[in-house]
Structure formats: structure tokens, C-alpha cells
């Protein structure tokens, strides 16, 4: 801000924008790089403990599909979800305290302070539904998977992925640059309603910044952004019930509907702008940084579908150019969450690993 202000007083602020955004680039490269050299060892760290024996002990009777490291290009790297069934990789139920704690010393490598802990209240929640539900689901904070796609190199890419119900994380490493889409985070119960952790609420600001939003609108404005009146019931970037064939399909499918943020006034703007830090800076400040900074509010839309009420069935949907983020509550009467970041054009890396092999084979 000091060299901006010196510019501008200067008279030659039309410098200042390149210059800066050439120092937040070189910036945003170096710091990235970091936190691929820290992530490696993390990994590295986890990984050493799985030495042959060991992890042919844990891995007995267990189908191939389910080790805990597989190629960059298995398709199960891509074979994301977010409800309870069997899973690739190595669960929590069957590591030792030690590998629980290197777990999560790799996640920290990964997600803000905020961002951890809204993992842990995610996973925590399985506790609640335990005791509330009987349907023969695996339930428990021990039912997370970590799964490596590749191996933990500075050199060359490869990928890791934490997953169980509500929660799957899909990164990919490269040398110098960490991408973390799909990134899917639910909640079920939204909100707790009885009990010691009544009023309970992981996803709340997700939640509060879009309902204050769509009720700020004016009712001209009100009338593009609410498309429908009745909520469906899942997100629509999703895999679940498709056949693989069909699990990219929503990149072409689902396109920008509602209200245009370039037709916002500022207050709401500002409400736009803190809705998306509020998802991307779940991540730490060296990767979502370069993701807040791609991100420009004017090609965003803002749809609704559902109640504007409180404790109701809704659905709503930030997107355009590279970002697309939805949030839907309609299951269970508008008490459980499922909401979803993605990337139509660099999910899974795609742009990332086109960018490295072209680079690497020129």
C-alpha cells in the first residue's frame, strides 16, 4: 500500500497495478513453492512409518483398490465423495497415534487455522449422528481416508487426497504450485438443536453471508437472482448416483444463472467478496492468496433457489470464469449442508499437470 500511495502521489499510479501484481506473482510462486517443500516432508514423515511389513499388516484382506499410495493416474484419484461407503487409502480407524498426529501435521501444511478446525467440527458431527441415526452407515471421526496419488517429490507432480463423509480435500502438488479443487465441505446437522452442542454450526458463515445477501437485494434485483422457488436436493458439480463417464459433465452443464455482482451496489459487493475469502481462505494464505487474486467479482453471477428463511430449504450458487461454488439445504428439512468449490478448468490439477508435462518435454 506504501508503494501505491507514493505512486499515486506521484502521478503515475498506472504503474503501480503491473509492478504490483508482478511482485504478488513472484511472491505467490516462491510461497507456494514452500508449501510444496513442506508438504513433501510431511508426507514423507507419514509415509516412512508404513514400512513394508506394517503396511502389509494393515492392508490384509484389503482390496488393491484400497492402499494407501497409488499412481497419479489411477482412476480412483478422481473418484471423489462425500457419503459413507469404502474408500481408497488408509483410514484413521487403522493408524497409530503417531501417523493420527503426522495426519494431521500434512493438513495443516495445506488449510488455514479456520480451515483445520472446520474439518475437525465436520468430522466431529459423525459423533452427533451417531447417536441420532440407525441405519447401518459406518459413522465416526475414524472413518477418514488418506489416500497418495504418485510420490511426495519437489520434482514432479503428484497428489493426495483426505476424505470421508463431508469432507473430501483433492490436492495436487506440482514444484512450485498447489491446486485444491474439487474442495467439499458439508455438514449434517447444519445446526445442532439439542443437546450440550445445540446451536452448534460448522458452516454458519457460508451460510448467514449468502442469506444477509440475497435479503439485501432489491426486488428487481431479487427477481434474476432467485431462479426457482423450490431447492433441489443435492449440489449439481456432483458425482454421486453418475456412472464415471458422466462425473465431468457439469463443466459444460452448469453455466452462470441469477444476478450479475457487476449489478451489485457496494455494500453488497462487499458481502460477495467476503462469501468467497470465506471459502477460499479455508486454505492457507500462500495458496488461497493466488486464488483470491484471480478471482474477479464483475464475471461472477449469484443465484438462489429455496426460502430466504431461516432454518429452510435453499440453494445458491457463486460462478464464472474459473470459480464456482454452491451450497445446498434441502435435505432433512434444511438442516444438512452440502457445498462445493470447483474449478472447470483446473479440477484434479488439469491445467496444472497439462502446464508441467508441456514444460517438462519441450
Known sequence: MMIRATLA????????????????????????????????????????????????QRMLGI????????????????????????????SIELMTPDQRTLTHDLLATLLSA?????????MQLEEILWSMEDVGLPRGVEKYFLSFFGTPTLTAPWAWRFEG????????????????TPSFFGAD????????????????????LARDLVLSLSESQRARAVISA???????????????????????????????ISDMDDSQ???????????????RPEISDAYLQSIDLDELTFAWMGSVERRAQYYYRLQGGDFMFELDNAQDNG???????RNPTDDFGDDLLADHYRLSHR
Open 335 to 341: 438442516n444438512h449442508i452440502h457445498s462445493v468449490w
Open 63 to 90: 482390496s488393491k483398490s484400497e492402499f494407501l499410495q497409488m499412481s497419479l493416474q489411477d482412476d480412483a484419484r478422481k473418484d471423489w465423495s462425500y457419503w459413507p461407503r469404502p474408500r481408497s487409502g488408509l
Open 9 to 56: 502521489c506521484a502521478g503515475i499510479l498506472f504503474v503501480a497495478a503491473p509492478l504490483i501484481a508482478q511482485e504478488r506473482s513472484d511472491s505467490a510462486s516462491f510461497s507456494q513453492a514452500a508449501v510444496t517443500a513442506e508438504m513433501v516432508a510431511a508426507a514423507d514423515a507419514l509415509l516412512a512409518t508404513m514400512d513394508s511389513e506394517a503396511r502389509r
Open 165 to 180: 463423509h463431508h469432507v473430501s480435500l483433492s490436492v495436487t502438488v506440482a514444484p512450485d504450485h498447489v491446486t485444491v
Open 114 to 122: 479456520e480451515g483445520h478446525m472446520k474439518v475437525v467440527h465436520i
Open 230 to 260: 423450490e431447492a433441489p436436493n443435492d449440489i449439481f458439480a456432483t458425482n454421486a448416483n453418475k456412472d464415471q463417464s458422466a462425473w465431468e459433465t457439469w463443466r459444460s452443464a452448469l453455466q452462470p444463472e441469477g444476478l450479475s
Open 189 to 208: 446437522p447444519a445446526e445442532t438443536l439439542m443437546g450440550p452442542l445445540a446451536g452448534f454450526r460448522p458452516l454458519r458463515d457460508e451460510e448467514d
Open 269 to 283: 459487493r462487499v458481502l460477495v467478496r467476503r462469501l468467497v475469502d470465506e471459502v477460499i481462505s479455508r486454505y
